[in-house]
């Protein structure tokens, strides 16, 4: 049986959401604690790279999970919730053996342009 795009997304969702009770456990809150701060970030930034929030969340002295991919359900999460988009540009992650990742644009700026 050929694997299906739907088959595909509920691995991945199964994934991060694996990935991130593994943070949650080993980190009471970190889950509420991560999404609250893409809130906050997102309301100052126009359009970001992931790896910046990343920075800025562990510059403030926050715990970071054993696995990034745990920002995966955090971001999902923003995502669903109208907080963040997908951006349209791309760069190489300097933490990711310079994949190309997508920018992400905020929906709740409120700084200046």
């Excluded at 980190?27 to 701060?37: I, K, P, R, T, V």
């Excluded at 760069?91 to 905020?106: F, Q």
């Amino acid at each position: 049986m050929q694997t299906t795009i739907f088959d595909a997304i509920t691995e991945r969702d199964h994934g991060m959401h694996l990935v991130a009770d593994k943070a949650e456990r080993h980190h009471a809150g970190w889950s509420d604690l991560a999404y609250a701060f893409v809130t906050q970030y997102a309301m100052a930034h126009h359009e970001f790279w992931p790896w910046e929030l990343r920075e800025e969340f562990e510059k403030k002295g926050y715990v970071r999970p054993a696995a990034t991919r745990a920002w995966g359900a955090v971001y999902q999460k923003a995502y669903r919730n109208k907080i963040i988009a997908r951006g349209r540009n791309f760069k190489p992650d300097p933490y990711r053996h310079a994949t190309d990742t997508i920018s992400i644009v905020s929906l709740v700026c409120r700084g200046a342009a």
